[in-house]
């Protein structure tokens, strides 16, 4: 063990380090943005009363739960352009971690819908609102507080998936950090500097949810 | 043939003749898979007419009133509220729910919406109401129920009374010219059933159309324009109050009421 720790050599880097975190930090935001709604909206399809709709969010979330998402990055970003549809690193980057959030996220939010009482759709009902509208005015929040924290800890996991898209050079932290070992040969002090920085910006993640729950989620209940 | 001699029977123990009902239930029908839930009904409901329905747990007396605004599909027969014809189209659905109010023997008030705005929720969403009209509304229901203080509270820092108040004020935000009430006392305490049952017998003065799933036999007494006796889905007697308490004439009612009186 006489490895000589040297983070000095990472100084003038840190400018690139800044921007791959707030580019994480950003492609992590819009892609858990993104998924929550086709969450919400898969949702909504599962439980259509037409059957094309239910079997579309099925087949959707069966696909992306059961597929590794390298696979899927890899699908999106190198298959697609064969047929004619071809995303830059970032767009594909993007697109798979939504479909992949949303996938997750649908089921999770699937889970708290279940747990309302039948009680609550029946008196929405009575009250004359329409289907949608009694899930958007009565079910969905009380759900969505039901489940929060699972889909909360689905964001972050969300964030720490990023990390998967530096396989397609899409210029987050892992990718940057993996580019500036190429030129530094510190793998070590990289890494435990990647290591912390991650940790920085899933804590960064964590207190942002939990300022929506207090928000958002503190009525009272018994 | 049945049906008619026994809508004839109803017309005439009431005095409907010739008034045209605003709830028509004829020959309805109702399974839970093989269970027969509701077996060939047929009643009649005239204008600011109070029926009470009770009879024992399973009879199919909720099931009734949970078809009349379709919270509860049925298989055969028809219902028709207010000349709208139920079992066509959810078009029809929509328009009868908005004309009949309902409150369950579980409050079901929304959680995450304070007193007001579950009772603003509906004129706004489904009347199109605007906000600073729908709070005056609601405002004027609350008062109406005697709760307004408690307006920007949550259900769930009230007490079982007063959610079921709520619940009543919410319906009542709708202007119903019907209300249904699913066994609203039984899911609370003692000493609270008075308020909401008060709060029913004053609705009950103002000439309201009710239809009441409930064992509370002083209010069926006191407001009852007829009184239902269900068992095994059908209707076994109906009459009114002090006929139905004096002289019940079926052998299953004369046992219900001796359970139900005398405890």
């Known amino acids: ?222 | 043939m049945t049906t008619t001699t026994q809508q004839h029977i109803h017309a005439a123990d009431t005095g409907t003749t010739g008034q045209d009902p605003i709830i028509r239930i004829s020959s309805l029908q109702k399974y839970y898979g093989a269970f027969h839930a509701l077996k060939n009904i047929n009643l009649d409901v005239r204008k600011g007419e109070r029926i009470v329905v009770c009879g024992p747990s399973g009879s199919g007396k909720s099931t009734i009133i949970r078809c009349i605004n379709r919270i509860e599909q049925f298989e055969s027969g028809s219902i028709v509220v207010d000349g709208i014809s139920l079992g066509e189209s959810m078009r029809n659905v929509n328009a009868v729910r908005a004309e009949v109010g309902m409150v369950f023997q579980q409050f079901n008030l929304f959680p995450h919406l304070t007193v007001l705005q579950n009772c603003m929720l509906a004129p706004m969403r489904v009347r199109g109401t605007s906000k600073k009209d729908a709070e005056i509304i609601a405002m004027k229901y609350l008062e109406r129920v005697r709760i307004p203080e408690q307006a920007n509270k949550y259900p769930a820092q009230l007490s079982g009374g007063q959610q079921q108040r709520v619940a009543i004020a919410r319906a009542l935000c709708m202007t119903p010219k019907i209300m249904l009430f699913d066994e609203p006392t039984s899911a609370l305490d003692p000493e609270m059933v008075k308020e909401v049952l008060d709060t029913m017998i004053s609705l009950a003065q103002e000439g309201m159309t009710m239809l009441c799933v409930t064992h509370e036999m002083g209010f069926a007494r006191q407001v009852a324009d007829r009184v239902i006796f269900m068992d095994t889905g059908e209707i076994i007697e109906m009459a009114k109050p002090q006929e139905f308490f004096s002289q019940p004439k079926n052998e299953r009612t004369r046992n219900f009421l001796g359970q139900i009186l005398n405890h």
């Not at chain 1, 064969?82 to 996938?103: D, K, Q, R």
């Not at chain 1, 009680?119 to 009250?127: D, R, S």
């Not at chain 1, 969300?158 to 793998?187: G, N």
């Open chain 1, 1 to 222: 063990m006489s490895y000589k720790f040297d983070f000095g050599v990472l100084l003038p880097y840190w400018p690139q380090l800044l921007h791959a975190c707030l580019l994480t930090l950003w492609l992590a935001a819009t892609a858990v943005i993104c998924g929550f709604i086709i969450g919400i909206i898969t949702v909504v399809a599962r439980r259509s009363g037409l059957m094309f709709l239910r079997a579309i969010a099925l087949t959707y979330i069966e696909i992306i739960r059961n597929t590794p998402f390298l696979v899927q990055v890899f699908f999106i970003f190198f298959g697609l352009p064969t047929v004619g549809i071809s995303f830059t690193p970032w767009t594909a980057a993007f697109l798979a971690l939504s479909l992949n959030c949303g996938a997750f996220s649908a089921e999770i939010i699937r889970g708290g819908v279940d747990a309302i009482p039948r009680g609550q759709f029946e008196a929405g009902a009575a009250l004359g609102l329409k289907p949608l509208q009694v899930f958007r005015y009565i079910i969905l929040k009380p759900a969505l507080r039901v489940i929060y924290p699972a889909l909360s800890g689905q964001f972050v996991l969300a964030l720490l998936t990023t990390s998967i898209v530096s396989s397609i050079s899409a210029e987050e932290l892992t990718s940057t950090a993996q580019l500036l070992d190429s030129d530094l040969f510190r793998s070590f002090e990289i890494y435990i500097v990647a290591t912390l920085l991650y940790f920085a910006l899933s804590t960064i993640f964590s207190f942002i949810f939990k300022g929506i729950d207090r928000v958002f989620f503190s009525y009272p209940i018994k």
